[in-house]
C-alpha cells in the first residue's frame, strides 16, 4: 500500500496548495486571484485574445472563463469588445489599468516563484518544470 506520504495525487495536491497560497499573496496588493492574473497575462502576451482562445491556451471551461472575465471587466483590468468581423466573436483587450499595473504585478510573480524554486539549484528548477510540463500532458 503506498504511503500518503509517497503518493503523487497528494504530493501534487500539497504543493499546487501551497503555491497558489504563495502566488495569492503575492497578488492581494492588486485584488486579483491567481486565476485572474492568468487571465491577464495570456492577454500580456497576445492582447485581442478571442474569449475562447484564452479558455484553450489556460485550459479554462467557457463556464467558469464567463465568470472571470466578468470579475475582470467589473474591476476595470479588461474590457470585452464585439468582433467587427464577426459579431459572435467577443475579443478581450488590457485596459490602461491593466497595463500601468503590468512591471509591479510580474514583480509579484516573480516573487512567488522564486519563494517556491528558492531552495532549488538552476538545473533542480528547470528538470522541475519539465516534469510538471510532462506530467500536465
Sequence with gaps: MVSYRENIVFLLAKAHQRA???LKGNLQAFGLTPMQCLFME???EEDGLSVGEIGRRIALDTATLAGVLDRMVTAGWVRR???PDDGRVARVYLTQKAHDAMADM???IERANNELLGNFALEEKLLFKRFLRDVKE
Design 81 to 83: 469588445e464585439t468582433d
Design 20 to 22: 497558489q497560497g504563495v
Design 42 to 44: 495570456t492577454l500580456w
Design 106 to 108: 510580474t514583480a509579484a
